[in-house]
């Protein structure tokens, strides 16, 4: 499997990224939850959480939950964890949606948060070597 | 869920197979630098017979041999191509690499025929397919960067994987592939291979014999405009095994769906048929909304199990 | 939903794929040749200015060097020659040298093949001398094996020679210590036998005294009888039965000859005491026995198994021995002619035998210097005497041989005690030479007691009083008479032109007492008187060397035997 690509290949102008604690939607809907809770239908929160998990020998954030609007684009969420990381751009640095998969950077965080959201939160996972390919 | 009564893997050998002609031409700003001297009365064009379901990067090679060629004509030796910076457009348009490129033309170039709204519109692009390939000033902001054919290949993993997260609820089937498994994945898609590609795909994701539903359907709509790609989780639990595309579609496109609470708009020039049924374009034709959905996952997906629908 | 309409979506999909891929097939072939094509094109438009410029650039080359040329053209042409010039003067001293190297390299080849030749010469000899040297290795290896060899054998045997020489020494020391012991024992012996003697004598001097004492009344028949036994012991014949006998006669007439009685040479002979038989031995082994009268031979004894020396009659006439060199004594009885006693036990030859009176014992003498006494009724040797030095004849002191005379080799006389064995008596300085016989004289008559003594009286006396004389004949040509009480010389009896002819020349005296008779080696027979001590008469008959004489018991014959085989019968 070639090296996946280091995630800053957007340039996009970030905007904003709150930092806070988790936010409790109530009965949000999350892929691979009950029968019970798909009922139920809520609409997706104009923020979304976002749960940092450090792999390996990356280094964890002091703070692991942001918020993040979420019409942006998963870039801006690589972009601002290579910040907090204080990485250079030629740092690899290796992201994976909640230990399965890297989504292209051009996703939206709302689609990446309405399918794979756990407990109302999207786990991103970030390694410095390629966990899951 | 009653098989049909003729080949089986007709429709995906159908969907394998397709074919798309694509002339590509040099660009003005870059023919100069390539040639040297003043450039030809027509364009230098080539015409490439690309797999609907390949990728643009994945032409690159042939259209750097073709440059290359041209460059050799020329007399005096300008730089040499830097495949990594070789970007395609249409219209001016940058296209998506990462992008099927049946999908591409889809999104592209369907037209719905002006006042027909719910008449089937048909293929009015001419063939082939004219695209514009640069050289130069890599659009950054608008393009994945580093086109090369093994991030190509990372991508259309993680697609892969993605899509297989979405129908299974985790990537363990995937990842539990024999590397050479997972190595023929790729190899059948570039090489075009039909047997090397779904002897993995068949028995490894889509269960067919053993009549599994998966637990979402992995479809993306996209929209003409820049903006809209929906990806919904389709739970086929709630919806049925005998859900259409038409019911899906309108069940992923509901308000609730969206933080905004606005679905995006797939149709732009015609505001006033907010409600009507949307087009389904898949492959390059039109799918009746009837068709259902479960049928439609396990026979009409690209070779990344999505369904990359296009709503017109 | 009825399966038309099931379907119909289906077959719908179906067309419009179907119909898309109409759409598309005509590009496929189109796109193929078109691609093809435009690479040739390209292709060719790359050959083509590639050739173009390999064109251009050849051309201006050419023009550049034409422009050269043609200015450097003439320069060239002239430079050209002169390098020309030169190229060929080098290409002829070249050649030049080439020739001279070919020379060298023949001449060095003709001197490579004779050093060639030369080494393999060298070669050849190295290998001759090689295996000369291996071959001289090898027999050196073997000489020196061999040498290790003999210093090993030489060793063992000087070892072993040692190991002899050692046990040797012993030997002799042991033997000498032996010597030592045998030497004092003999001395010892010596004085003990000179004590004997010494009292011998001593007990003779009583006797005599006592004999002298006993003289005065007339002697009895018995007495008488008694001489007469006595007599025949001195060797005088029965005839003298009185104290006047006739003198002997000196031998004038031979009356017969025997001429070669043996087969080889006489060295004895020897009157029977009753002088009817006269015995000669010889060289040829055997005694032969004559009548005195008729000169018959009446018996042959053989039995010696070398040459007679000596024989003897027993004082009875009866027996006769012989010694021989054969080391033995043989006694042979006369009437039959037989061996009665062979006696041996000596180891050197037997040179001379007496009977004792009663003929029970013979005594001996020989070369191997012991006195033996043979007892003749046991038949063995009773007494060996060493007696020093050789013997060449004995005379019996007493008839039963308790003393005993010998005559020796180194010309001394000795006497010995035979009870005792040690020499009683040495007399020396009488002969300057060894000597040859032993005589005890017999009774002398008409002697006056004041000039004679009294020992030469007649033999009917005991003998201790009349035979106190004896005589010794000895190589030197004289003859001793000495006094057997003081065992002085009386007298010196010479002659001229007197040698004894050997060893055991035998001298006797005559039955009277007053002649001796001896021959001489070159045949004559010289006659002493003994009251005068003068040559009495010279008879020649005997051409060699004369062995024996003796008178008989009457005196009035003689007879003699010479080593040439002549025995004469004298009147």
């Given at each position: 499997?070639?090296?996946?690509?280091?995630?800053?290949?957007?340039?996009?102008?970030?905007?904003?990224?709150?930092?806070?604690?988790?936010?409790?939607?109530?009965?949000?809907r999350?892929?691979?939850?009950?029968?019970d809770?798909?009922?139920?239908?809520?609409?997706?929160?104009?923020?979304?959480?976002?749960?940092?998990?450090?792999?390996?020998?990356?280094?964890?954030?002091?703070?692991?939950?942001?918020?993040?609007?979420?019409?942006?684009?998963?870039?801006?969420?690589?972009?601002?964890?290579?910040?907090?990381?204080?990485?250079?751009?030629?740092?690899?640095?290796?992201?994976?949606?909640?230990?399965?998969?890297?989504?292209?950077?051009?996703?939206?965080?709302?689609?990446?948060?309405?399918?794979?959201?756990?407990?109302?939160?999207?786990v991103v996972?970030?390694?410095?070597?390629?966990?899951?390919? | 869920m009653?098989?049909?009564?003729?080949?089986?893997?007709?429709?995906?050998?159908l969907?394998?197979?397709?074919?798309?002609?694509?002339?590509?031409?040099?660009?003005?700003?870059d023919?100069?630098?390539?040639?040297?001297r003043?450039?030809?009365?027509?364009?230098?064009?080539?015409?490439?017979?690309?797999?609907?379901?390949?990728?643009?990067?994945?032409?690159?090679?042939?259209?750097?041999?073709?440059?290359?060629?041209?460059?050799r004509?020329?007399?005096?030796?300008?730089?040499?191509?830097?495949p990594?910076?070789?970007?395609?457009?249409?219209?001016?348009?940058?296209?998506?690499?990462?992008?099927?490129?049946?999908?591409?033309?889809?999104?592209?170039?369907?037209?719905?025929?002006?006042?027909?709204?719910?008449?089937?519109p048909?293929?009015?692009?001419?063939?082939?397919?004219?695209?514009?390939?640069?050289?130069?000033?890599?659009?950054?902001?608008?393009?994945?960067?580093?086109?090369?054919?093994?991030?190509?290949?990372?991508?259309?993993?993680?697609?892969y994987?993605?899509?297989?997260?979405?129908?299974?609820?985790?990537?363990?089937?995937?990842?539990?592939?024999?590397?050479?498994?997972?190595?023929?994945?790729?190899?059948?898609?570039?090489?075009?291979?039909?047997?090397?590609?779904?002897?993995?795909?068949?028995?490894?994701?889509?269960?067919?014999?053993?009549?599994?539903?998966?637990?979402?359907?992995?479809?993306?709509?996209?929209?003409?405009t820049?903006?809209?790609?929906?990806?919904?989780?389709?739970?086929?639990?709630?919806?049925?095994?005998?859900?259409?595309?038409?019911?899906?579609?309108?069940?992923?496109?509901?308000?609730?769906?969206?933080?905004?609470?606005?679905?995006?708009?797939?149709?732009?020039?015609?505001?006033?048929?907010?409600?009507?049924?949307?087009?389904?374009?898949?492959?390059?034709?039109v799918?009746?909304?009837?068709?259902?959905?479960?049928?439609?996952?396990?026979?009409?997906?690209?070779?990344?199990?999505?369904?990359?629908?296009?709503?017109? | 939903?009825?399966?038309?309409?099931?379907?119909?979506?289906?077959?719908?999909?179906?067309?419009?794929?179907?119909?898309?891929?109409?759409?598309?097939?005509?590009?496929?072939?189109?796109?193929?040749?078109?691609?093809?094509?435009?690479?040739?094109?390209?292709?060719?438009?790359?050959?083509?200015?590639?050739?173009?410029?390999?064109?251009?650039?050849?051309?201006?080359?050419?023009?550049?060097?034409?422009?050269?040329?043609?200015?450097?053209?003439?320069?060239?042409?002239?430079?050209?020659?002169?390098?020309?010039?030169?190229?060929?003067?080098?290409?002829?001293?070249?050649?030049?040298?080439?020739?001279?190297?070919?020379?060298?390299?023949?001449?060095?080849?003709?001197?490579?093949?004779?050093?060639t030749?030369?080494?393999?010469?060298?070669?050849?000899?190295?290998?001759?001398?090689?295996?000369?040297?291996?071959?001289?290795?090898?027999?050196?290896?073997?000489?020196?094996?061999?040498?290790?060899d003999?210093?090993?054998?030489?060793?063992?045997?000087?070892?072993?020679?040692?190991?002899?020489?050692?046990a040797?020494?012993?030997?002799?020391?042991?033997?000498?210590?032996?010597?030592?012991?045998?030497?004092?024992?003999?001395?010892?012996?010596?004085?003990?036998?000179?004590?004997?003697?010494?009292?011998?004598?001593?007990?003779?001097?009583d006797?005599?005294?006592?004999?002298?004492?006993?003289?005065?009344?007339?002697?009895?028949?018995?007495?008488?009888?008694?001489?007469?036994?006595?007599?025949?012991?001195?060797?005088?014949?029965?005839?003298?039965?009185?104290?006047?006998?006739?003198?002997?006669?000196?031998?004038?007439?031979?009356?017969?000859?025997?001429?070669?009685?043996?087969?080889?040479?006489?060295?004895?002979?020897?009157?029977?005491?009753?002088?009817t038989?006269?015995?000669?031995?010889?060289?040829?082994?055997?005694?032969?026995?004559?009548?005195?009268?008729?000169?018959?031979?009446?018996?042959?004894?053989?039995?010696?198994?070398?040459?007679?020396?000596?024989?003897?009659?027993?004082?009875?006439?009866?027996?006769?021995?012989?010694?021989?060199?054969?080391?033995?004594?043989?006694?042979?009885?006369?009437?039959?002619?037989?061996?009665?006693?062979?006696?041996?036990?000596?180891?050197?030859?037997?040179v001379?035998?007496?009977?004792?009176?009663?003929?029970?014992?013979?005594?001996?003498?020989?070369?191997?210097?012991?006195?033996?006494?043979?007892?003749?009724?046991?038949?063995?040797?009773?007494?060996?005497?060493?007696?020093?030095s050789?013997?060449?004849?004995?005379?019996l002191?007493?008839?039963?041989?308790?003393?005993?005379?010998?005559?020796?080799?180194?010309?001394?006389?000795?006497v010995?005690?035979?009870?005792?064995?040690?020499?009683?008596?040495?007399?020396?300085?009488?002969?300057?030479?060894?000597?040859?016989?032993?005589?005890?004289?017999?009774?002398?008559?008409?002697s006056?007691?004041?000039l004679?003594?009294?020992?030469?009286?007649?033999?009917?006396?005991?003998?201790?009083?009349?035979?106190?004389?004896?005589?010794?004949?000895?190589?030197d040509?004289?003859?001793?008479?000495?006094?057997?009480?003081t065992?002085?010389?009386?007298?010196?009896?010479?002659?001229?032109?007197?040698?004894?002819?050997?060893?055991?020349?035998?001298?006797?005296?005559?039955?009277?007492?007053?002649?001796?008779?001896?021959?001489?080696?070159?045949?004559?027979?010289?006659?002493?008187?003994?009251?005068?001590?003068?040559?009495?008469?010279?008879?020649?008959?005997?051409?060699?060397?004369?062995?024996?004489?003796?008178?008989?018991?009457?005196?009035?014959?003689?007879?003699?035997?010479?080593?040439?085989?002549?025995?004469?019968?004298?009147?």
């Amino acid at each position: 499997m070639a090296s996946p690509p280091a995630a800053s290949d957007y340039t996009s102008a970030p905007s904003s990224v709150t930092e806070g604690p988790a936010l409790t939607v109530s009965s949000q809907r999350s892929a691979g939850s009950t029968i019970d809770e798909m009922h139920e239908i809520a609409q997706p929160p104009e923020k979304v959480v976002i749960r940092f998990r450090a792999i390996g020998n990356a280094p964890i954030l002091k703070r692991s939950f942001f918020k993040i609007t979420s019409a942006n684009k998963f870039q801006l969420v690589i972009q601002f964890l290579r910040r907090e990381l204080n990485y250079k751009a030629a740092d690899p640095l290796f992201v994976y949606i909640s230990s399965a998969f890297s989504p292209s950077p051009d996703e939206t965080v709302e689609n990446l948060y309405r399918c794979f959201k756990s407990d109302g939160q999207l786990v991103v996972n970030y390694c410095t070597t390629a966990a899951w390919g | 869920m009653p098989k049909l009564p003729t080949d089986e893997d007709r429709f995906r050998k159908l969907v394998w197979h397709g074919k798309l002609p694509i002339q590509i031409s040099l660009a003005k700003e870059d023919r100069a630098a390539l040639l040297g001297r003043a450039s030809p009365s027509s364009p230098p064009v080539y015409y490439v017979m690309a797999h609907r379901c390949s990728y643009l990067s994945l032409i690159t090679d042939d259209v750097k041999a073709w440059l290359e060629a041209l460059e050799r004509a020329a007399p005096d030796r300008p730089s040499s191509i830097k495949p990594t910076q070789v970007w395609y457009a249409f219209n001016g348009a940058p296209l998506k690499w990462h992008y099927p490129i049946g999908l591409l033309y889809d999104l592209h170039s369907i037209r719905h025929p002006p006042g027909t709204v719910s008449a089937k519109p048909i293929c009015t692009t001419k063939l082939p397919w004219t695209i514009t390939v640069h050289l130069t000033n890599f659009p950054a902001d608008r393009l994945l960067r580093n086109p090369s054919r093994d991030t190509t290949h990372h991508y259309f993993m993680a697609q892969y994987k993605e899509a297989e997260f979405m129908r299974a609820g985790s990537t363990k089937r995937v990842m539990n592939l024999p590397r050479e498994d997972q190595d023929r994945l790729w190899a059948g898609l570039t090489t075009a291979e039909f047997e090397t590609f779904w002897a993995v795909n068949h028995g490894a994701v889509n269960a067919d014999d053993k009549d599994e539903l998966p637990r979402h359907v992995a479809i993306r709509l996209y929209s003409r405009t820049d903006s809209a790609v929906v990806q919904v989780p389709l739970p086929l639990a709630e919806l049925g095994s005998r859900t259409t595309v038409g019911e899906a579609i309108a069940y992923a496109l509901r308000p609730e769906q969206f933080a905004t609470g606005h679905p995006p708009k797939f149709r732009p020039e015609d505001e006033s048929d907010q409600d009507a049924p949307y087009m389904v374009v898949l492959h390059g034709i039109v799918v009746s909304s009837t068709t259902p959905l479960l049928w439609l996952t396990r026979n009409l997906c690209y070779p990344d199990n999505f369904l990359h629908v296009v709503l017109l | 939903m009825s399966v038309d309409t099931e379907y119909q979506w289906q077959v719908g999909l179906e067309r419009g794929l179907c119909q898309r891929d109409e759409a598309v097939e005509g590009f496929e072939a189109l796109v193929v040749s078109y691609n093809t094509l435009l690479h040739h094109t390209l292709q060719l438009e790359g050959d083509y200015a590639h050739l173009n410029d390999t064109h251009t650039t050849l051309r201006t080359e050419h023009a550049k060097l034409a422009d050269v040329g043609a200015a450097a053209n003439l320069d060239a042409f002239v430079a050209a020659q002169k390098r020309i010039a030169e190229l060929e003067w080098q290409v002829t001293t070249l050649k030049d040298e080439r020739s001279d190297l070919y020379k060298a390299q023949g001449q060095h080849a003709q001197r490579l093949l004779s050093l060639t030749d030369d080494v393999r010469r060298r070669e050849e000899q190295v290998r001759d001398l090689e295996t000369s040297a291996k071959a001289t290795a090898t027999q050196m290896a073997k000489l020196q094996q061999s040498v290790d060899d003999y210093f090993y054998v030489l060793r063992e045997k000087d070892g072993t020679i040692q190991d002899e020489m050692t046990a040797l020494q012993l030997e002799l020391v042991t033997k000498e210590e032996k010597l030592k012991r045998v030497e004092q024992e003999n001395s010892q012996l010596v004085e003990r036998w000179l004590r004997k003697m010494n009292e011998e004598a001593e007990r003779m001097n009583d006797t005599n005294r006592q004999l002298e004492a006993e003289r005065r009344p007339p002697p009895s028949v018995d007495q008488l009888n008694e001489c007469l036994g006595d007599e025949n012991y001195f060797g005088l014949g029965r005839r003298t039965s009185d104290t006047n006998q006739a003198p002997s006669k000196v031998p004038s007439i031979v009356y017969k000859e025997l001429e070669n009685p043996h087969h080889g040479e006489i060295h004895t002979l020897h009157v029977s005491h009753d002088g009817t038989m006269v015995a000669t031995g010889g060289q040829d082994r055997r005694v032969k026995v004559f009548d005195s009268r008729s000169g018959n031979l009446k018996y042959t004894l053989s039995g010696c198994l070398q040459s007679v020396l000596h024989v003897w009659f027993s004082p009875t006439d009866d027996l006769i021995l012989a010694t021989s060199s054969d080391n033995a004594i043989r006694v042979w009885a006369l009437d039959t002619g037989r061996i009665q006693h062979t006696l041996t036990g000596h180891i050197g030859k037997v040179v001379s035998a007496k009977f004792d009176g009663e003929a029970r014992k013979i005594i001996s003498v020989s070369h191997d210097r012991t006195i033996k006494s043979w007892d003749l009724y046991r038949g063995y040797c009773s007494k060996t005497i060493f007696s020093i030095s050789s013997c060449n004849d004995l005379c019996l002191m007493d008839p039963q041989g308790t003393t005993i005379l010998s005559g020796h080799v180194d010309n001394v006389l000795r006497v010995w005690d035979m009870q005792s064995g040690n020499c009683v008596r040495e007399v020396t300085g009488l002969h300057d030479a060894p000597i040859t016989s032993l005589a005890i004289a017999p009774a002398m008559t008409d002697s006056p007691p004041s000039l004679i003594p009294p020992i030469l009286s007649a033999a009917f006396i005991p003998y201790s009083v009349d035979h106190t004389h004896l005589l010794t004949n000895a190589k030197d040509g004289t003859l001793h008479i000495l006094d057997l009480n003081t065992f002085e010389s009386v007298g010196v009896l010479r002659a001229e032109g007197y040698r004894p002819g050997s060893n055991w020349a035998r001298a006797a005296f005559s039955a009277d007492g007053h002649l001796v008779a001896a021959g001489s080696a070159d045949g004559v027979l010289f006659i002493w008187n003994t009251r005068t001590f003068e040559v009495q008469a010279r008879v020649k008959e005997h051409t060699s060397p004369v062995c024996a004489a003796f008178w008989d018991a009457s005196g009035q014959h003689f007879f003699s035997a010479e080593k040439d085989q002549l025995v004469c019968f004298w009147e």
